[in-house]
Every structure is written in C-alpha cells, then in structure tokens.
C-alpha cells in the first residue's frame, strides 16, 4: 500500500499529452533562445505555445506565480522570474522550468539551454565551456536517474544513481534543498525524489509509478539562498547552475518520458533501457 497515486495505463496515455504540449512549449522556448531575447519573452512563447494546444500552465495555478516558465540566469538555480529588463546574453546558462495542465493531467520538466548568438555560435571561452560542460553532466545524471528507475526496486535507488553519475564527472554541488516529486493530478504529488543517496530506501517502484525527476547542479557549493523577491534562488557561492527534469512513468514494459518528444525513446534505446510507450 502506498500513500500516492498509482496511475492506469489509460490515464498515463492521458499524462503523455500533458507532457508532449510541455516538450512542445520548451522547444519553442529553445528555438526562440538567442541573445537579446528577454525572459518575459520566452515566458510569453511557452504561453503560447500551451495555450495552442488547448492546455494552461500549470505555474500559473501555483500561489503567488503568475508567469509560464522559471527563468534562472547563470547563479540562480530555479525559480527565477521571467521579466522584461532580464536580457540574455550570449553564453549565459539559462535554466527554463515549464508544465502543462490538460484535461486535469500535469507535465512537468526543465532544460538548460547554453545561449547562442544569431548565429548559433557561443563565445569561446573558458567561463562558457565549463557551462556547456555543467549542462551535459546535468543533463546525463538525469538520465542516468531514469534508467535507474527503470530497473529499480526501491525509490531512491533513483538519487544514488543520479549521484555517482555525476560524481564520476568531476567537482558539482548536488543541491539538496530542492527535490523531484510524484506528478499526476497535481504538478506536485507524493512521494519525494531524491537526487543523492540516501538511507531511506523509498517507496517500492512499480508500474503506475509517475515521478518528475530534476537534478539541480551547481559548479561550486550545493548551498543556496533566496533572493528578496520570495522567489529566486541562487548557489550561495555564485557558482553556475544548470537544472533538467522530465516526468516519468513506469509502465510494465520499461519507463516512458512523457515530457520528451519521443517519449525518451532514443535516449533509452542508446541507455539500454526498455522503453515503456504506451498507445491507446
Ligand atoms: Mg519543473
Ligand atoms: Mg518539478
């Protein structure tokens, strides 16, 4: 028995759809990303971009936010505020968090996006480097996270996959005041997702299972704060964060991202993870 949710399989292909307009929604955000673009803008492209499908941000049903996306510049780790006078510059890591409600199903996920110029290139320095780097170990420990759960008897077996991947890259800060969440009905639902290891085991993972999974990576210390405005928060060292996330589900053939495009199909083929896609 547990104390969250267990989906059906026709209520994850009722999730999927709510992940895919969030796929689409971040897609645009990143084929929109260049430098002289403002945060506000590309809140009011994910908007958009949901409300074309006939869905609505859920960010915008959480007290006090009024806004699409989370839009965090370089230090800032999540949650920061879209607004006109943030303008992007080139090589900056921005981290874009972003969900979509349809049909009383959620999405959720986050991309970091390295940004470009118009022409696509990023400036060639040491400083951008280290954030494209920051980025991919992020990246990869998330995924390294899904085929954990994919094979996974026990919850957190997730987090200390997630830890000694990116343990083996090199010096990050795993933040630790922040964690992953069950998803379904609501954004946030039981139980926790834990990006380290932990003692507890965590609940038993079985088909039915839908959890948003979200590394937050620093290139420095996991400590953080929040800024004045009850919002922002940044790595207390100034150190570059980077965040990805995708919600999941475990079906009884494997996991299906439901937050990426392809339903994670590529990712997990190359992983050797049995991809769980459903179809009605
Ligand atoms: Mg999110
Ligand atoms: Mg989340």
Request: some cysteine; glycine content about 10%.
């Amino acid at each position: 028995r547990s104390d969250f949710e267990l989906k059906t399989p026709e209520q994850f292909i009722a999730m999927r759809k709510a992940g895919l307009i969030t796929a689409k929604a971040l897609e645009a955000v990143r084929a929109a990303c260049v430098a002289g673009i403002s945060t506000l803008e590309l809140d009011r492209i994910a908007n958009e971009t949901i409300e074309s499908f006939g869905a609505h941000s859920n960010f915008q049903l959480v007290a006090g936010y009024n806004h699409t996306i989370c839009a965090s510049i370089n230090h800032e780790v999540v949650h920061g505020i879209p607004a006109e006078a943030r303008i992007l510059e080139a090589g900056d890591i921005l981290s874009v968090d972003c969900g979509a409600e349809i049909d009383g199903w959620n999405g959720d996920s986050a991309i970091t996006i390295i940004v470009p110029n118009a022409d696509g290139s990023v400036p060639e320095t040491d400083q951008v480097r280290q954030r494209i780097e920051l980025s991919r170990v992020t990246e990869g420990s998330l995924w390294a996270g899904i085929a954990a759960l994919a094979k996974a008897e026990r919850l957190n077996e997730v987090g200390a996959a997630i830890e000694d991947y990116i343990d083996a890259q090199g010096r990050y800060g795993i933040l630790e005041d922040y964690v992953g969440h069950g998803i379904g009905r609501n954004m946030h639902e039981e139980p926790p997702v834990y990006h380290f290891r932990t003692k507890d085991l965590g609940p038993k993972v079985t088909p039915g299972l839908a959890v948003a999974i979200e590394p937050m990576v620093t290139a420095g210390s996991n400590k953080t704060k929040v800024l004045a405005d009850g919002w922002t928060v940044v790595s207390k060292d100034s150190s570059a964060a980077s965040h990805w996330e995708h919600s999941v589900a475990v079906t009884e053939s494997g996991v299906w991202v439901l937050t990426a495009l392809d339903g994670g199909k590529a990712r997990l083929e190359a992983l050797g993870v049995p991809f769980g896609g459903l179809s009605a």
